[in-house]
Nanobody, 121 residues
Framework: QVQLVESGGGLVQAGASLRLSCAAS????????MAWFRQAPGKDREFVGA????????DYTDSVKDRFTISRDNAKGTVYLQMGSLKPEDTAVYYC??????????????WGQGTQVTVSS
């Protein structure tokens, strides 16, 4: 079992930066691909990006490429989502996920509770 706890969300203005953290604990939590998803009101959960176990491979959805960066510190059991040049359309609840692969939410077994990010125009 893996427990995931996100933090770092908040209200920011367009163009600002924000860093989300996901603290992972539990058995072998450092051996999983870790992913970030987001869900805006009335919309499906959307893949943001994912990072391999060792951090040497990272994948992003097109809408966040060149603005968002995913990294991980396995010694601290933490995955980060550094968000820059934020836009109002980035407003969503952001979720950390583990135990899966790829961009489909259904493939991930473990989820955090989510953290709200609101970007004002």
């Amino acid at each position: 079992q893996v427990q995931l706890v996100e933090s770092g969300g908040g209200l920011v203005q367009a163009g600002a930066s924000l860093r989300l953290s996901c603290a992972a604990s539990g058995r072998n939590s450092w051996t999983y691909w870790m992913a970030w998803f987001r869900q805006a009101p009335g919309k499906d959960r959307e893949f943001v990006g994912a990072i391999s176990e060792g951090g040497d491979s990272v994948d992003y959805t097109d809408s966040v490429k060149d603005r968002f960066t995913i990294s991980r510190d396995n010694a601290k059991g933490t995955v980060y989502l550094q968000m820059g040049s934020l836009k109002p359309e980035d407003t969503a609840v952001y979720y950390c996920a583990a135990g899966g692969l790829g961009s489909a939410p259904r493939s991930y077994h473990f989820w955090g509770q989510g953290t709200q990010v609101t970007v004002s125009s």
